[in-house]
């Protein structure tokens, strides 16, 4: 059972684009929602990551929005540069029950920022 | 010191052979987690420990897959007579401690392919 649906697979932005990407989720269990950047070669790193209570979170460039009632979370990247090109992967963990402590990941998205 | 390490960072091995994969996770990370990224797929949790606790091992594919923590920190994932299917990058990452929102850090992956 899939329990993070992550769209879309592929997306391909210009430079200075806002890329969205949208993850969906089912166990209403998890109570934390962190997205990783990954670079070819290298193991995936927390980019930002956001908790139930809130709608949305900042950090630079990188915006989260959760929508609780719809299970719902999406990353936004504000002025995207060439540099951003990664996949990115949602993901979700809970505080307690079968998901608590490891990490249930999305599909990732493949993102390319052209110059 | 340093962010976790992996070895091999390749391993190529055929067929029914045996594969032995180390992780080494950050100083005075209590919490080890292990995944499997395969190709175009996200990141599937497979086993995780959490200090001197019996491991979660709900994630591992078969009874081929098995992992071992020896002394609260290194960490090998052994999968035995290993089948083309076990091809995949395989990621290790720790965290100071299971629960909560602590950040999992990850390795830069060993890559197996299997002939």
């Known amino acids: 059972q899939q329990q993070v649906k992550q769209s879309p697979q592929s997306l391909i932005v210009q430079k200075g684009g806002i890329p969205i990407i949208n993850c969906a989720y089912e166990?209403?269990?998890?109570?934390?929602f962190p997205w990783y950047q990954q670079f070819p070669g290298k193991g995936p790193a927390l980019l930002i990551a956001?908790?139930?209570?809130?709608s949305e979170k900042k950090e630079g460039r990188f915006t989260i929005s959760f929508n609780k009632s719809a299970k719902q979370f999406s990353l936004h990247i504000m002025d995207s540069q060439p540099g951003d090109s990664a996949t990115y992967f949602c993901a979700a963990k809970s505080a307690g029950g079968t998901s608590y402590g490891k990490l249930t990941f999305g599909q990732g998205t493949i993102l390319t920022v052209h110059p | 010191g340093a962010g976790v390490s992996q070895s091999p960072s390749n391993k190529v091995t055929e067929k029914g052979k045996d594969v032995e994969l180390r992780c080494d996770p950050i100083?005075?990370?209590?919490?080890l987690y292990w995944y499997r990224q395969s190709l175009g797929q996200g990141l599937e949790f497979l086993i995780y420990f959490q200090g001197n606790s019996a491991p979660d091992k709900s994630g591992l594919p078969s009874d081929r897959f098995s992992a071992e923590r020896t002394g609260g920190s290194v960490s090998t994932l052994t999968i035995q007579r290993t089948q083309q299917e076990d091809s995949a990058v395989y990621l290790c990452?720790?965290?100071?401690?299971?629960?909560?929102?602590?950040?999992?850090?990850f390795g830069p992956g060993t890559r197996l392919t299997v002939l």
């Open positions: 956001i908790r139930p209570d809130v």
């Open positions: 100083s005075g990370h209590t919490a």
């Open positions: 166990n209403t269990a998890f109570d934390y």
């Open positions: 990452a720790s965290s100071f401690r299971t629960g909560g929102r602590d950040e999992q850090f």
